[in-house]
């Protein structure tokens, strides 16, 4: 069965920083492209920051040189640091991946940044 758990959120005040985890288990992870997304209140999920088996990136343009997205295959754990975080990065923050043709989520963690 496939889980991911997230960790590492919490309440920062604008300009600081937080890392999240997110650990994966039941899949080969090595292989697996590994996602951040988030949901603030009101608003749709999006895709915050992406990492590929290979280790190629990609980023949202509104978190582009602020969020570092990296993974230790040995852990089976994706990584999302933060920083220079602003109130608009506020949100529950959701690890996914895609395993044989399903979707997977981890239960979120909810990150505020307050001004």
């Known amino acids: 069965q496939v889980q991911l758990v997230e960790s590492g959120g919490g309440l920062v005040q604008a300009g600081g920083s937080l890392r999240l985890s997110c650990t994966a288990s039941g899949v080969i992870f090595r292989l697996n492209v590994m996602n951040w997304y988030r949901q603030a209140p009101g608003k749709q999920r999006e895709l915050v920051a992406g990492?590929?088996?290979?280790?190629?990136?990609n980023y949202a343009d509104s978190v582009k040189g602020r969020f570092t997205i990296s993974r230790d295959n040995g852990k089976n754990t994706v990584y999302l640091q933060m920083n220079s975080l602003k109130p608009e990065d506020t949100a529950v923050y959701y690890c996914?991946?895609?395993?044989?043709?399903?979707?997977?989520w981890g239960q979120g963690t909810q990150v505020t940044v307050s001004s």
């Open positions: 996914n991946t895609v395993f044989r043709s399903r979707t997977y």
């Open positions: 990492i590929t088996s290979g280790g190629n990136t």
